[in-house]
């Protein structure tokens, strides 16, 4: 490897010299400490915050054996993007593969180039379709700019064809597709019906406009008619010649009809199935998605109607939402019946094995339930705990445990010391980054010996992370740290709650990362909504100055705790309803509660939850308390006696 050198001050001659310099270091860097490099690093940073690219340089030989040098030498090299070469940007990311930021100069690299026009460059660097709407952009318009027009409008057909907007980068392409005769009629209709489908109307009403022809212009104003009131599917089905465009109009109508009112969508299905000359399978598949919607009717004939539908369905998840429906009435024969029509393979699920044989007992047919009931004992499973309670016995299931081999992670010694100086320096986010990296290149064996490694050292959020990818789901050690002690105990005691709820709440929630952040936006270990702590702190008095608070674990635990203790005092200490509420509102909460009608036992509620996501929400943090009970050694009942003798 070469050694550092260059031929202008504030040039870099390519990654790989960096990187040599990084792993080879300098006599002057090494005898630095650890608290001078870092100081010098900040320097670094601060340089090239204002681009001084040279006095950069200058600096860096002071920092070359520092962990986090390589952070510095790709914003330098970022800093000089515009005068690379392809070759040049790609050899930076293959000598910096190591490293999650590697990746991230193709983009800024890719809109460069797209906007100097250097299209012949940009298929050199790009030389297969790019991830990215604005990127596939570029990229086909980069072949139609160089001669390749047949590839260029290729791509351009199947960009066009969207139910949204595309991204404005588009514009260019396609005003050479359209003005080669691509944009017909045809495909302007495609797309609005695409548009329909995304519940776009805006868009719809923008391509109508572009329409030429007559019959074009009426096949428009129809589709705009039926979107506009799906209640008219019926006769717009009859009325229409039987095309595969006309199928697909009556069957995105049908089914908007149906999430708006089922019951209508119901009366209108016969119509459109024999007016659309729909196929038995697809016939099927629309009667499947309004039997759905139907599940809780209250209508005799509607409920006969959907039965009807079930008792030939192949989907799974319908049939599945039967039988919770037979057990939120208390139908053991209903429970049996309908489980008949899952798949054999699936019947045998711990989940169904338990409820066919509730239905066995309920049904005066103990022994056949309690056999079934002992083959799903001692499993990690809900379903398992719930029988061995059926059953009035302990609670057992598989535990494993590893030893660290440190020779199996040898070769990642340097991510790993990185990842250490970043959690050193509350980078947590960069520290996730290069966690997720290193897992992503790691084979199953060495993930197993990250997660030992993260473990021992305390990495708490990495340890969790790294044992669901290498799927070590018996080694309750590393899956469910002991973390944060002393918040969980200090508001656990303050709010009378146990602190293993609290800590198995932040375990589902964020795996104990306090930088979690959810796609809506709640955030922190246990996963608060900046509206939920703004509620929740002038409800309680509590000192909090904004969102950016959520993601200090203390003030973070305090919310969220305050919020569950709320939850719990509403429902009467009950950890079900409360922990229901936590993830899908108190409102639901009551929804659920006025169908079941205190008829069901807690199980029975929980698995009467319609919500996927809820319902396993319920039963993970229930068994991370068993988890973390037998981790900590501490005694506790899976249900407490009150929950157990709730009527739900």
């Known amino acids: 490897m070469k050694s550092l050198s260059f031929v202008k001050p504030q040039r870099l001659l390519s990654s790989m010299i960096a990187m040599s310099s990084l792993i080879c270091g300098t006599s002057y860097a090494e005898s630095l400490d650890l608290p001078s490099q870092r100081k010098l690093y900040q320097q670094a940073q601060d340089l090239l915050d204002t681009n001084q690219v040279d006095q950069y340089l200058n600096l860096r030989p002071k920092i ?138 805006r868009l719809m009403g923008y391509l109508a406009k572009q329409l030429d022809s007559s019959a074009s212009k009426k096949a428009a104003k129809d589709m705009k008619a039926l979107y506009a009131s799906p209640s008219s599917v019926g006769a717009f089905a009859k009325k229409q010649k039987v095309t595969l465009f006309n199928q697909q109009q009556s069957e ?75 057990i939120q009435h208390v139908d053991w024969n209903g429970v049996q019946a309908w489980a008949d029509l899952l798949p054999k393979s699936y019947r045998q699920v711990p989940r169904w094995q338990y409820w066919l044989a509730r239905s066995e007992i309920a049904l005066g047919e103990a022994h056949n339930g309690h056999l079934r009931l ?32 440190k020779s199996v992670i040898k070769p990642y010694q340097s991510t790993l010391t990185r990842i250490q100086e970043l959690l050193e320096l509350d980078k947590i986010a960069a520290a996730k980054n290069e966690w997720r990296w290193l897992l992503q290149r790691s084979s199953s064996v060495e993930k197993e010996m990250l997660a030992a490694y993260a473990s021992m050292k305390q990495w ?12 070590m789901w018996d080694n309750t050690s590393i899956r469910f740290p002991v973390a944060h002690q002393q918040w969980f105990n200090l508001y656990a005691d303050k709010h009378d709650i146990d602190p293993i709820t609290l800590m198995s709440l932040a375990r589902q929630e964020s795996a104990l990362d306090s930088e979690a952040r959810s796609p809506v936006g709640a955030r922190g270990i ?122 739900y």
């Open 374 to 405: 002992e083959k799903i004992m001692g499993l990690r499973n809900f379903y398992s705990v719930a029988a061995a309670k059926e059953m009035k016995q302990s609670i057992q299931y598989p535990v494993t445990t590893i030893t660290l081999d």
């Open 64 to 201: 070359a054996s520092y962990p986090l040098t390589p952070y510095v030498d790709y914003r330098a090299f970022y800093a000089q993007l515009d005068e690379k070469s392809p070759k040049q940007v790609n050899d930076f990311i293959r000598d910096y593969n190591d490293f999650p930021f590697s990746y991230r100069v193709r983009a800024p690299y890719l809109d460069q180039l797209a906007s100097q026009k250097e299209w012949q460059r940009f298929l050199e660097f790009q030389t297969k379709p790019p991830k990215g709407e604005t990127y596939l952009c570029h990229y086909y318009y980069a072949h139609a700019q160089t001669g390749n027009r047949e590839e260029a409008f290729e791509g351009a057909s199947k960009l066009w064809l969207s139910g949204d907007s595309v991204a404005d980068a588009c514009d260019p392409l396609f005003k050479l597709w359209e003005k080669a005769g691509h944009k017909t009629d045809q495909v302007i209709l495609e797309r609005m019906q695409l548009a329909f489908k995304e519940n776009n109307s």
């Open 252 to 326: 995105l109508a049908l089914k908007k009809l149906a999430r708006k009112d089922a019951e209508k969508a119901q009366s209108r299905f016969d119509k459109v199935v024999e007016g659309q000359k729909f196929s038995t399978d697809k016939a099927q598949e629309l009667a499947d998605f309004i039997a759905f919607r139907l599940i809780n009717t209250e209508s005799d004939e509607l409920a006969l109607w959907r039965d009807s539908v079930i008792k030939t369905t192949q989907n799974r998840s319908l049939i599945e939402r039967r039988i919770r429906l037979s």
């Open 460 to 471: 708490h959020h990495l340890s969790v992370t790294a044992s669901i990818s290498a799927k």
């Open 526 to 647: 246990m996963q608060i909504m900046p509206s939920t702590a703004k509620y929740t702190a002038k409800k309680y008095q509590l000192s909090y100055q904004g969102k950016s608070e959520l993601y200090e674990i203390g003030k973070n635990i305090e919310i969220g705790s305050h919020y569950l203790d709320g939850l719990l005092e509403r429902y009467d200490n009950n950890r079900i309803f409360a922990l229901a509420a936590y993830n899908a509102g108190p409102h639901r909460v009551t929804q659920w509660r006025k169908r079941t009608d205190e008829k069901l036992d807690a199980y029975a509620f929980i698995e009467s939850i319609p919500f996927k996501e809820t319902r396993g929400y319920v039963q993970n943090i229930l068994m991370f308390e068993t988890y973390y009970r037998d981790l900590m050694g501490v005694d506790g009942a899976f249900l407490n006696e009150h929950e157990v003798k709730t009527k």
